[in-house]
């Protein structure tokens, strides 16, 4: 059932955005302010089930393309997303009837909001990527079939532009890669468009509601004193994600971190508390896979979420410091991003890693 | 008079054209070869004056973008003009009437024949540089008021990218410069989408007959064993461009030659053949300076071509080597590329030089 957001619903969901952005996807915090002023002003966040939606409705993901990092000094002027939006109509000829998150994960979670509050329309309640992930391309919506393009991106000048390249998903990303970089570094993007039954088949549905009651359990076990960790696992349980578990409880004994191609890669080294192997954790913006002794314990597409030990609220890539004690929580994918046609556009060997995926919830734990 | 090109005018341009190049814009070959096939295959190139135009048709300036050198390995597949073409039209929501160079010189006097050619449309016989200049903004269409935006770009893969950055030029040079180098170095542009009174007020008119006419004299000269430099400023006299000397005759004893973001910047050394002082020209693409013994000589805008002493046939910036024998040949500009709003925008310190423009015709000859 459509319901709306309140500014409750919009905490837990920075929290549990941020955890499904396993370690990348950006702070949700400059979004989240931007939706919460919007709700303060009188605009309204109205939510729609995926199954609510009309077959042929016209629903547009919605998205920051870019650093994260970059939004916290270049802040948007907060109608980037909507006049991407338009943009995208234009081209289309066609007015959107719903906009759809590109990404749960990380700040990603926020930008779709406001472009809904801004426009009046409303937002459908799932994305395309279950998580965060670092390229255009990575989407379900375009494993199954849906064109990124035509693409539209805003900047904070009112400068637009408009990328077409057919059915190569990996070629939009290119070219709007390249335009972002010439926006300094942060864009806005209106994208895939398609049909309300390209959503109900591409989609992965309740990310949102994922969202919050990911930050909502870590909440209520910090005002409860329960163990956070316990608490997910528990959650997790009864959503589309299913298996939630630590994988690893450590202290960071090292962290390596370098921007290469306009990413942050690297790999954060946990020493093991009671004095086992250590847990090597590599990222690609977002943490990819997780090794005890040269062992998989964890590997993308599934998620590897470093939690802070004591609150379990997330700790990302950028932030990863020596000493912090973080625990690994491994949190397993909806079956719709492990196909083959999945793992082919976002598996191990999207990322350059030399594994095969095996799934969480196969894999020995520690 | 409306008229229509022949293979004989085709290669009286492509000389021309490399003249008005002034050491860059590419050479015209690949554009000319392209043409000529499109007319041996029953296309037609017609050519309308600036004053025959309607004064409400849609006109589109048409044109490559990006390192011409490119071009002689990623061969074009020869329709990408026209789809940027197309692209923009959608865009606009009308079609063109008539397509317009952007720059005269070099392979850019040719691509838009051939998107004439293909389309059936008139090229009109004018453009926005009256020379070759390196970037977008350098255009007497933006000068006196025209939008580059929106621009439609498109590769030979069948990508399509528009940019609309409002009436900021800059940004649009910008941003389609970023999406050319992705796009593998060359791309093929729609821009300036004006009426046909917009054109009448700031192309500058007659510099494809120019450039005709600047390659039949060479071309004569030859046959008829004249000295070339003679007959090329004789025949100069008769058009806008009104003065064309020789600035210095030697023999090239230095070239310094550096890529820098994307630009061809250096500088050669002509030593005199009677033992006076050097020439020293420095290019940034196109050459901008000619000095001797510290005085200047000529400037951008002014023409700065070397030109071969034996054959006046024209020697670009990529092509000039130690030992050649070359002759400095200064062509002024007309009046509507000498204004203060045109020099604000390709004046001298709009390539880094730190001189006042003054107008070739008043500077001592050497």
Not at 276 to 295: I, K, S, Y
Request: charged share 20%; net charge negative.
């Amino acid at each position: 059932m459509a319901y709306e957001l309140t500014v409750e619903d919009l905490r837990d969901l920075a929290t549990g955005a941020a955890v499904l952005g396993t370690g990348g996807g950006g702070d949700p915090l400059v979004g989240r302010l931007l939706v919460q002023q919007a709700l303060a002003t009188g605009h309204r966040v109205r939510v729609l089930e995926v199954d609510e939606l009309d077959d042929d409705a016209v629903v547009v993901a919605s998205a920051m393309m870019g650093a994260p990092t970059v939004v916290l000094e270049k802040l948007p002027r907060g109608d980037e997303g909507v006049r991407a939006l338009r943009g995208l109509e234009e081209q289309l000829g066609r007015r959107a009837d719903a906009v759809i998150p590109m990404e749960c994960g990380g700040l990603n979670s926020m930008v779709p909001l406001l472009v809904a509050a801004l426009t009046g329309l409303p937002v459908v309640d799932g994305d395309g990527m279950g998580r965060a992930f670092p390229e255009l391309q990575m989407e379900t919506f375009g494993v199954y079939g849906v064109s990124a393009s035509p693409l539209a991106m805003a900047d904070e000048h009112g400068h637009l532009a408009v990328v077409d390249t057919g059915t190569d998903n990996a070629a939009t990303e290119w070219f709007a890669r390249g335009l972002t970089i010439r926006m300094g570094g942060a864009s806005y993007i209106a994208e895939y468009p398609m049909s309300g039954a390209d959503v109900k088949r591409t989609a992965i549905a309740g990310t949102l509601r994922l969202g919050m009651l990911i930050g909502r359990t870590l909440r209520e076990a910090a005002t409860g004193h329960a163990d956070p960790f316990d608490a997910l696992t528990r959650a997790l349980r009864a959503t589309p994600y299913q298996h939630g578990r630590v994988l690893f409880r450590g202290k960071v004994a090292d962290v390596e971190r370098r921007i290469t191609d306009g990413f942050t890669a690297g790999r954060a080294v946990l020493a093991d508390v009671e004095g086992g192997a250590d847990m090597e954790v590599v990222f690609r913006n977002e943490n990819v896979l997780a090794t005890v002794a040269g062992e998989v314990v964890a590997i993308v597409p599934d998620l590897i979420c470093l939690l802070d030990s004591e609150t379990g609220m997330p700790v990302t890539t950028d932030a990863v410091r020596y000493g912090m004690r973080v625990t690994a929580y491994g949190i397993s994918t909806p079956a719709i991003m492990r196909t083959p046609e999945a793992l082919a556009v976002f598996g191990p060997r999207c990322f350059g890693l030399d594994h095969d995926w095996v799934p969480l919830e196969q894999l020995a734990p520690v």
